[in-house]
């Protein structure tokens, strides 16, 4: 579990594709790695990996099929840089929102622009998960907790907007994004278990 507070900006390290799935390195500094251990989950990009090497200023992780098909993990490449969150532990500040780290779809940048200090931007996301989407409601956006501004349906997808505070937009790498770039993207977790209680009484 994870709370989408970005807590360092790390490094795609290496890619190695083998039978189908991949393993991946990355980069990150010996602080953000002090406590860490062979099998401890870290967010990467909002998506939850095992750690299965383990290095000083660096960690390895396995990413299976099913992962590089939902998520864009796919387009991966050395040199990016990657938002990183280590596990929630108890007693943890919760700073953000209950992040899971199951990433549900890939959404889309439709459009950014200065708003203030900030930067609104807008996204496009698959018109299946438009119904968990709501205003004032939470988002993890590549492993971000967000609060949605705005939202609505147009034909075949939905639309959102958030603001990007200067805070955000120095500790992420949410300031780069622009329009057509593809993000990982998690509904609130409350909003699927509701849905599942309402199925379950229904068959009832």
Avoid at 24 to 44: N, P, Q, R, W, Y
Avoid at 142 to 150: A, I, W, Y
Wanted: proline content about 1%; overall charge negative; glycine content about 10%.
């Amino acid at each position: 579990m994870f709370t989408g507070i970005i807590q360092q900006v790390g490094k795609i390290q290496g890619v190695n594709h083998v039978s189908g799935d991949a393993q991946m390195v990355f980069a990150t500094s010996e602080d953000f790695l002090k406590h860490t251990s062979l099998g401890d989950s870290i967010a990467v990009n909002g998506c939850c990996l095992t750690v299965t090497q383990l290095w000083p200023a660096a960690f390895a992780a396995d990413v299976s099929r099913e992962t590089l098909n939902v998520t864009t993990l796919k387009h991966w490449q050395s040199g990016q840089q990657v938002n990183l969150e280590r596990a929630l532990c108890a007693g943890d500040s919760l700073g953000g929102h209950y992040v899971s780290g199951h990433v549900d779809g890939i959404a889309s940048v439709q459009a950014r622009h200065d708003d203030a200090r900030s930067v609104r931007m807008r996204f496009s996301a698959p018109v299946s998960l438009g119904r968990y989407i709501a205003k004032k409601g939470s988002v993890a956006v590549d492993g971000v907790s967000l609060t949605v501004n705005k939202v609505g349906d147009e034909s075949g997808y939905t639309w959102f907007e958030v603001n990007l505070v200067p805070h955000t937009l120095a500790m992420t790498i949410l300031g780069g994004y622009t329009a057509g770039l593809e993000v990982n993207l998690e509904i609130d977790i409350i909003a699927r278990y509701f849905e599942r209680m309402q199925q379950v009484e229904t068959v009832k």
